[in-house]
């Protein structure tokens, strides 16, 4: 365990569900990340959150909706999603001072399929 | 445009063996650059992270070389094992900004057969 927890671990979703991907940190950081990972493609940065407000959102789809109620639990709501979003979904958190993010640390991901 | 490019984008090699994995970057400002292994359906862990001071750090049969100057990094794994199968992904992070925005490489995927 790398101190950053994702559930589920697997997940299949019809295109009219809503389902919710859930992320906890025990490390102690101030941050936290939500990224994709398709296929043959770099992680792409979803939302960040720092000190539990939203600072950077990049250009991600209505259909994902973050929370972060509180600075070790971060929420990623999915509804009406595309087959074109099935990949892997990766949390990540750190310590960010000044300018610097420190101890970045990555979960084990959801694996999302929609069909 | 911050980018980051690695090569190979794939690499077979036999247990034992030794390889090297390059990674260029344009990434300004630098802040640090760190290497990831990934296995399969799970999500990266760190190998080695350096500033722009350290030309190399290593970490067991993992070590990472950085020329500042030229904008290159390297990880060479030495004596490779079967569970070195990954994919390694190199991580700019750039010094602007407030939470240190990462620049991911596309990763290169190793494959190591008995």
């Known amino acids: 365990e790398t101190g950053v927890t994702q559930t589920p671990r697997h997940l299949v979703m019809g295109m009219t569900n809503k389902k919710s991907l859930k992320c906890e940190q025990h490390l102690g950081h101030n941050a936290m990340y939500w990224y994709k990972q398709s296929a043959k493609k770099p992680l792409e940065l979803m939302f960040v959150?720092?000190?539990?407000?939203?600072?950077e959102n990049n250009s991600v789809p209505s259909r994902f909706s973050p929370e972060c109620p509180n600075s070790s639990h971060l929420f990623l709501h999915l509804h009406t999603l595309q087959p074109e979003d099935s990949a892997l979904y990766l949390c990540?958190?750190?310590?960010?001072?000044?300018?610097?993010?420190?101890?970045?640390?990555f979960g084990s991901g959801t694996r999302l399929t929609v069909v | 445009k911050n980018q980051v490019e690695q090569s190979p984008q794939s690499l077979i090699i036999l247990e034992g063996k030794n390889c090297t994995l390059q990674?260029?970057?344009?990434?300004?400002?630098?802040?640090?650059l760190r290497w990831y292994k990934q296995d399969t359906g799970r999500g990266p862990v760190s190998l080695t992270i350096m500033t722009f001071s350290e030309n190399t750090k290593s970490n067991g049969r993992y070590t990472a070389t950085l020329d500042a100057d030229t904008k290159q990094s390297s990880l060479h794994i030495t004596a490779s094992q079967l569970s070195d199968s990954a994919s390694y992904i190199c991580v700019v992070t750039d010094g602007s900004g407030n939470t240190g925005k990462l620049i991911f490489g596309q990763g290169t995927t190793l494959q190591v057969k008995p």
């Open positions: 959150y720092s000190l539990e407000e939203r600072v």
């Open positions: 990540a958190s750190s310590q960010t001072r000044g300018r610097g993010a420190y101890g970045y640390t």
């Open positions: 990674c260029n970057y344009t990434v300004s400002p630098f802040s640090n």
